[in-house]
């Protein structure tokens, strides 16, 4: 992969990177699309790393349709698709930790989320050596983290956050959403729902914990302002969604 980056770097030819864990879907292709328009090439990684999974988390039953994941990296002109079975090896033993962005919200239920995040795209980086990586905004936290490790440690890549996309219905599509049943998908609207509202009222966090309260099949994992927006993680079942929304005049 670091020859072919460099070969296209020699050509002068510019490379968009949209790295992502697999199982595809319209958010990640706004992704790919968006590097499609503004790079001469573009890359996507399929890695599920297990780096950021803690140890009671869904490493193993993470979505894998390898097959559906490249038929749409090929229908949308994606130059090359990295997917290594392992970039770690056995004595890996060197971390990248962002100490400041990644403590608090999602960091409160998941200690080593954003140590993994930082150092595999740090690794992914030196492996694609893109121009400019895209990411989505519905991981806000992961974007701040990010962000900040490539302001911090001078990584030479322009780092592109995309806008949250939604189904019709306004959930933030995610991988994990196909975990969801019928009726957890019907009791999870009310979590977009609620969020947007909450976002234009003067006490956003309080208002939203209230409201969320009151609705029955959704537990509040947190509710936190952070760099002008609210973020919130809540639980449907057993699975976890998150999603945030600019807060008004903080933008
Ligand atoms: O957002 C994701 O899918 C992952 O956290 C990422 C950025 C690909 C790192 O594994």
């Given at each position: 992969m670091q020859q072919l980056s460099q070969s296209w770097y020699r050509a002068g030819?510019?490379?968009?990177?949209?790295?992502?864990?697999?199982?595809?879907?319209?958010?990640?292709?706004?992704?790919?699309?968006?590097?499609?328009?503004?790079?001469?090439?573009?890359?996507v990684?399929?890695?599920?790393?297990?780096?950021?999974?803690?140890?009671?988390?869904?490493?193993?039953?993470?979505?894998?349709?390898?097959?559906?994941?490249?038929?749409?990296?090929r229908a949308a002109g994606v130059d090359a698709v990295f997917a290594p079975t392992s970039l770690y090896p056995e004595d890996f033993s060197t971390w990248v930790e962002e100490t400041v962005q990644s403590k608090g919200r999602c960091a409160v239920s998941r200690p080593i989320h954003f140590r993994g995040v930082a150092t595999v795209v740090l690794k992914l980086f030196n492996i694609v050596l893109p121009d400019r990586a895209y990411f989505g905004r519905k991981d806000a936290q992961q974007v701040d983290v990010i962000e900040r490790m490539v302001r911090d440690l001078d990584v030479p890549v322009k780092v592109v956050p995309v806008e949250t996309v939604r189904d019709a219905d306004g959930l933030a599509l995610s991988s994990r959403n196909r975990y969801l049943s019928p009726e957890e998908r019907k009791r999870a609207l009310a979590f977009p729902r609620l969020l947007r509202l909450a976002s234009q009222q003067k006490q956003p966090e309080a208002w939203l914990r209230q409201?969320?309260?009151?609705?029955?099949?959704?537990?509040?994992?947190?509710?936190?302002?952070?760099?002008?927006?609210?973020?919130?993680?809540?639980?449907?079942?057993?699975?976890?969604?998150?999603?945030?929304?600019?807060?008004?005049?903080?933008?």
């Open positions: 030819e510019s490379v968009g990177f949209v790295p992502t864990m697999g199982a595809l879907h319209r958010g990640h292709m706004t992704l790919v699309e968006k590097a499609r328009r503004e790079n001469d090439r573009v890359v990684s399929i890695y599920v790393n297990p780096t950021q999974f803690g140890p009671k988390e869904d490493l193993n039953k993470y979505p894998r349709p390898r097959r559906e994941d490249l038929a749409l990296c409201a969320l309260r009151r609705v029955v099949g959704i537990k509040l994992d947190y509710v936190e302002l952070a760099n002008g927006r609210l973020c919130a993680a809540v639980w449907v079942g057993t699975t976890r969604l998150i999603d945030n929304r600019p807060v008004r005049g903080k933008r």
